[in-house]
């Protein structure tokens, strides 16, 4: 059993540290309010730190898993970050959702530094967390993710180097392009069925069986119907997911015109003040 650190105890960093600590690791946690620190430790053992830099002293493997980039920026550096706290050879495994440059920055600093770096953005929303059945899609030194895998192993249902720093984060920007997509889709079909008289559910019961079918279909379209959107992921956090993924499209050229439009229809949903509400409270947009 390995010596952890966690920073950043959210809606999935708190049920992801939870799973290190059921399978036997020594892990110590940070959190910016403490007393969510504090009510791990007394759910799940281990011990609470005061700063990202006191939870990493001595840790094989940090993890973390914040906001944005300039969370996971304040988390690593400074004289009272993560890396200022880690031994060498010791490794630093971010889940955050985060561009591609500050990874590959971080990355950079981690090396000059003799640590490893793994940027490992997740998949599966708090369900997924919480039931320990994340996808994660890794970037790094294929040493350091050998190393990262087997610990990760206790919350992941599949996990996979897809290249060299960075390449997490593209990946979990292709992710976050599928899903707009889908629940658009879905939303556009929810509400047009409902307007041509339709049973939804008694639709979506044939219709997932086919070539329509998703996980946001299978998850999502009873409480979109219902009008309830207080499950997982929040507008906000995909809005934060979008703009990375429109900045990188057009720094490398390519072309995202769905994601672009679809992204304003948060921006609306925002408007109608639903920015804490999760991503399929796009239907909420269309006439009903």
Not at 267 to 274: A, C, H, R, S
């Amino acid at each position: 059993m390995a010596k952890l650190a966690f920073l950043g105890l959210g809606v999935m960093g708190y049920p992801m540290a939870g799973h290190l600590a059921a399978k036997g690791h020594e892990v110590t946690v940070f959190n910016r309010t403490a007393a969510k620190a504090e009510a791990w430790t007394a759910q799940h053992g281990g011990r609470a730190a005061s700063t990202p830099r006191a939870a990493a002293e001595g840790a094989e493997v940090v993890f973390a898993c914040v906001g944005n980039d300039d969370d996971l920026r304040s988390v690593c550096l400074g004289d009272e970050g993560a890396f200022a706290g880690m031994a060498r050879g010791a490794l630093f495994v971010d889940h955050t959702t985060v561009s591609a440059q500050v990874t590959r920055d971080l990355a950079a600093e981690a090396d000059a530094l003799g640590l490893g770096f793994v940027d490992a953005p997740v998949s599966g929303g708090q369900a997924g967390a919480e039931n320990g059945a994340l996808s994660i899609m890794c970037g790094g030194a294929e040493d350091h993710y050998a190393r990262a895998e087997p610990v990760m192993a206790a919350y992941a249902r599949i996990c996979r180097r897809l290249g060299e720093s960075g390449s997490g984060q593209i990946a979990k920007m292709m992710n976050q392009i599928c899903i707009a997509g889908l629940v658009q889709g879905l939303s556009e079909a929810l509400a047009f069925g409902e307007k041509a008289g339709m049973d939804g559910r008694a639709v979506v019961e044939v219709i997932s069986q086919g070539a329509a079918g998703s996980w946001q279909m299978a998850n999502r379209h009873a409480t979109m119907l219902e009008d309830r959107f207080d499950f997982g992921f929040a507008v906000d956090w995909m809005r934060k997911d979008l703009g990375i993924c429109l900045r990188t499209a057009d720094e490398i050229g390519a072309s995202l015109p769905v994601t672009a439009l679809i992204d304003q229809f948060y921006k609306e949903v925002q408007q109608m003040g639903g920015g804490r509400w999760d991503t399929s409270s796009l239907i909420k947009r269309l006439p009903r």
